[in-house]
């Protein structure tokens, strides 16, 4: 059975100081591995996908990474706007559903 | 726009009274499928579908059902709701294959 394991699960940051979130993954055979975002009371909102170990995708201050075992997203100098809960997602081989981690809620202060 | 439209967005209703939630995409998208999320639970699958009158069952079927007539459409019908059925509700879509799945903006649910 697939299974993601995000940690921590809650994270407070100040403002402008960097740090990653951690998605670990056992799938049968990896065929993507998704990161979203999600804001309270909102459906989640896409940010990256990752095919391939070794494969790094940024956007503004987010930056993904994908090894054989784990996923990374590192956020650089972040803003009070950064705080949501991020979710990471995989989907093995075949049409099979995705499946989520249970989230990382992130808090960025003032 | 591409979008996914779930509706109603919230909705209180008693014990036992059938509703059905709504659930349609614009983007011609093969994959449907519905999620609820719960507190400390995440986001788990409560049915899927990967075409039009092909749907299977989630993680979590027990009390739901679900139809696909149409490729756009996909409601949830809980036949006779339980208060352990409050939660938050997302439909998504997406292509066949390893792409990125697309929300509604959820309906949250509460049965008393």
């Known amino acids: 059975e697939d299974q993601v394991t995000q940690s921590p699960e809650a994270l407070r940051l100040q403002e402008g100081e960097s740090s990653s979130l951690n998605c670990s993954y056992t799938?049968?055979?990896?065929?993507?591995l998704f990161w979203y975002r999600q804001d309270p009371g909102k459906g989640p909102e896409f940010l990256f996908t990752l095919y391939s170990a070794g494969e790094e995708k940024e956007k503004e201050r987010l930056k993904a990474t994908l090894t054989k075992k784990e996923s990374f997203l590192h956020i650089t100098a972040p803003k009070p706007e950064d705080s949501a809960t991020y979710l990471c997602?995989?989907?093995?081989?075949?049409?099979?559903?995705?499946?989520f981690g249970k989230g990382t809620r992130l808090s960025v202060i003032a | 726009e591409a979008q996914v439209t779930q509706n109603p967005r919230y909705l209180i209703t008693v014990t036992g009274k059938k509703l059905t939630v709504t659930c349609s995409q614009n983007?011609?998208?093969?994959?449907m499928s519905w999620y609820r999320q719960d507190p400390g639970l995440g986001l788990r699958q409560i049915y899927y579908s990967m075409n039009v009158e092909v749907t299977d069952k989630g993680d979590v079927p027990e009390g739901y059902k679900v139809s696909r007539k149409e490729k756009r459409n996909f409601p949830l019908i809980l036949e006779s709701p339980s208060p352990n059925q409050t939660s938050l509700y997302f439909c998504a879509s997406r292509l066949l294959g390893h792409t990125e799945a697309f929300f509604g903006q959820g309906t949250r649910l509460t049965v008393v």
């Open positions: 799938v049968s055979g990896l065929r993507g």
């Open positions: 983007m011609n998208h093969e994959y």
């Open positions: 997602a995989v989907v093995d081989s075949g049409n099979t559903p995705l499946v």
